[in-house]
């Protein structure tokens, strides 16, 4: 079932109700969606007037080609599985096509405790009963909810109290349309109480002749002394334009670490990103790469929500932009009254090397609670011309020299990957780009 | 080896090196001596190519290349080594992966395979021995937090590394204690022989007493404006520079 969007995108949603109950198979859910659609007409689509979206023109984005809303499943073979391989890496395998869980390509953990499988599946859940749609920052983002109203499928993984996985969790996007499209996946990740795991997601786009633009929104959940090791590389291409939104939660003693790597390939790219931190004594790491090139547009828009005490966060996100690429980094931390002892910090630095890249970068500190630790740093700046007259007097050419350098800068980066496989496969890419 | 033909350059305009000539050949040592300003550091950054430096005039030959057109990467790899007087700090590049890549960057200029790691790590064990150079400092980040002594030792050993043919020595000795002296000039000692030549740029005359040059020049107001052996090096640690600006002064006059 698909619904033409070449009209005013919300109107088109809105008014067209086959949109709405086409996606509704699961009938406990149309309360939800149909609030959330509800929402979605009060927000309206982002424009360059709405705040939070000033530097990314997404509606220019939606409007380059017909895009169809896409609920149908589709296949890949193997093959297309084969190159997204991360060389050593030993983990487990979670193949996604536009969303939809593929079973035969995959390669479950499996154990006591473990639930995994596509979420339309697990509507009756205990974790998804208990927090699906929970996280309070997705009703003020609009794209998240026309994700919420309309979206067809994405990944349940449910981890029960105490349960570890042994290895890392390797999902694989893949995004292909014959059609121009527009997918929407819904993810939601429940870690129960003292559960750890550690998941990777990177993509792949196999060019089937059309564009493909994802809204796709997860939400994880880190419950009391559970810890998430997440690492999110995107890797797109030409006909791929990417929202992304990655709502967290979490509970007392938790640990979660987010990693997001932007690499060279898509036109356009937004992620949001918002941590509500609902228990005390938590600590959250968010880290963040961006490498940009021609005219690739990357928009971090990143949230820190300190509700409860003693908890600390430590945000660093770095950018290289080339060519003409343009970056937007946005560092919201929300302190509230009650969350006394937090400690926040926040860094932005950027390389620019194109000589019309640029970048806009806001830090938004809103402190309510006085016995707070909170700062925040932004930098932008090219190479020091001695740092490249050294390693060219090596004999090192300005190339390998420049790829050195960005090595350099991403480093503190890359260093804090805690898989060697996959921080080595980081850093390949990394020369890679720069020796291009 | 090196020839170097009424060389002008300047620096934001103005002008530094006023006409020098000098002719270093295979396995010689040069020492180039003078008061502060006189443009030593200014010649050792032209003949690397540094890019602020603009040359008016004047021709550099090395080995029958033009040393002039190559970029800063191509005199490196066709032999020509300056070490720092102020070694750069470059966090997050490793030593070691730093010196594998300008050695590979050379080998590819020199139509040669890339070095085998344990190739690698044998020439680097050795060279390290050789020069004294503390092998903890291997793995971390190039120069970031190194002591003077160490940075400069690390230069040395780089120049034991990439094997040049004209090594260049900016201000080597300046902040070394005497120990830190020693170590860097033995490590140099060790390296010297009949096909390679250097260029030892300083202050002080104590260096001298350690790499005991061939020649000696004197560089005043860009500008050579004596040269002699070894022995004119004591007469300008006794003397100073002064009796000699007069008799420039004296003879232009």
Redesign the interface.
């Known amino acids: 079932m698909t619904s033409d969007i070449t009209l005013p995108f919300y109107q088109a949603l809105t008014t067209d109700v086959n949109a709405l109950s086409a996606c509704q198979a699961q009938d406990e859910l149309q309360g939800i969606r149909r609030e959330a659609l509800e929402r979605f007409a009060v927000l309206g689509l982002p424009t360059l007037k709405t705040e939070a979206w000033r530097y990314s023109n997404i509606q220019r984005y939606l409007k380059e080609f017909p895009y169809e809303l896409l609920y149908a499943t589709t296949t890949v073979p193997a093959a297309t599985i084969a190159q997204t391989a991360i060389p050593e890496l030993d983990s487990y395998r979670i193949v996604l096509v536009n969303g939809h869980l593929q079973a035969d390509l995959s390669e479950l953990p499996a154990g006591k405790g473990i639930t995994i499988g596509a979420l339309s599946a697990h509507t009756q859940a205990p974790g998804f009963t208990t927090w699906f749609n929970k996280q309070h920052h997705l009703a003020q983002e609009s794209l998240a909810t026309l994700n919420t109203a309309l979206f067809a499928d994405g990944l349940y993984i449910e981890l029960a109290a105490n349960t570890v996985i042994d290895k890392p969790v390797h999902i694989v996007h893949v995004y292909t349309t014959t059609q121009h499209a527009f997918i929407q996946p819904r993810h939601l990740w429940v870690l129960n109480r003292n559960a750890a795991a550690t998941i990777i997601e990177t993509s792949v786009h196999p060019d089937a002749g059309a564009v493909t633009f994802t809204n796709s929104v997860l939400e994880t959940v880190v419950e009391e002394n559970a810890e998430l090791w997440h690492y999110n590389i995107q890797q797109g291409d030409q006909h791929f334009r990417e929202v992304h939104t990655t709502a967290a939660q979490q509970q007392a003693n938790s640990r979660y670490h987010h990693f997001n790597f932007t690499l060279p390939g898509t036109p356009f790219t937004r992620n949001n990103l918002s941590v509500a931190l609902n228990g005390s004594n938590t600590e959250t790491n968010l880290n963040g790469l961006y490498i940009a090139n021609e005219s690739q547009h990357v928009d971090n828009h990143t949230f820190m929500d300190h509700i409860m005490p003693n908890c600390n966060s430590n945000e660093l996100y770095k950018g290289v932009l080339l060519d003409n690429a343009n970056g937007v980094f946005t560092g919201r931390i929300l302190v509230h009254r009650e969350a006394q002892k937090t400690n926040a910090f926040q860094q932005n630095n950027n390389l620019l090397l194109g000589t019309k890249a640029d970048i806009n970068s806001q830090p938004q500190l809103e402190i309510y609670a006085d016995d707070v630790k909170c700062s925040h740093g932004f930098t932008a700046g090219q190479f020091?011309?001695?740092?490249m007259?050294?390693?060219?007097?090596?004999?090192?050419?300005?190339d390998?020299?420049k790829a050195?350098?960005v090595?350099?800068?991403?480093?503190?980066i890359t260093d804090a990957v805690k898989v060697p496989a996959l921080q080595h496969y980081l850093q390949e890419q990394i020369a890679a780009i720069m020796n291009n | 080896m090196l020839t170097i033909k009424n060389l002008h350059a300047e620096v934001e305009g103005k002008q530094i090196l006023k006409g020098i000539n000098l002719e270093i050949g295979k396995g010689e040592t040069h020492a180039i001596m003078g008061p502060n300003g006189s443009g030593k550091s200014s010649l050792a950054s032209v003949l690397?190519?540094?890019?602020n430096y603009t040359v008016t005039e004047g021709e550099v030959w090395f080995n029958g290349k033009n040393l002039l057109d190559l970029?800063?990467?191509d005199?490196?790899?066709e032999g020509v080594?300056?070490a720092?007087q102020y070694?750069?700090e470059?966090?997050?590049?490793s030593n070691l992966?730093?010196l594998k890549?300008?050695?590979n960057?050379?080998r590819t200029?020199k139509g040669l395979p890339a070095i085998e790691g344990r190739d690698f790590l044998k020439l680097t064990k050795e060279k390290q021995q050789l020069v004294d150079f503390n092998a903890n400092l291997m793995n971390r980040?190039l120069n970031e937090g190194f002591s003077g002594g160490e940075k400069k030792r690390n230069e040395i050993f780089?120049l034991a590394m990439?094997d040049p043919q004209l090594a260049i020595l900016d201000e080597t000795d300046s902040g070394l204690d005497i120990d830190a002296l020693r170590i860097v000039s033995n490590g140099v000692n060790k390296l010297r022989d009949a096909e390679k030549s250097f260029v030892v740029i300083t202050h002080y005359q104590r260096l001298l007493e350690y790499i005991v040059p061939d020649f000696v020049h004197v560089l005043y107001n860009g500008r050579i404006i004596k040269t002699g052996t070894k022995e004119l090096a004591l007469e300008l640690e006794e003397r100073g520079y002064d009796w000699l600006k007069e008799e420039l002064h004296l003879k232009e006059a």
């Open positions: 020091s011309e001695e740092s007259f050294y390693l060219r007097s090596r004999g090192i050419g300005e390998a020299a050195l350098m090595n350099a800068f991403s480093h503190d | 690397a190519g540094r890019d970029s800063p990467e005199r490196a790899r080594f300056l720092f070694p750069v470059i966090p997050g590049v992966n730093f890549t300008a050695l960057e050379i200029y980040s780089q990439l």
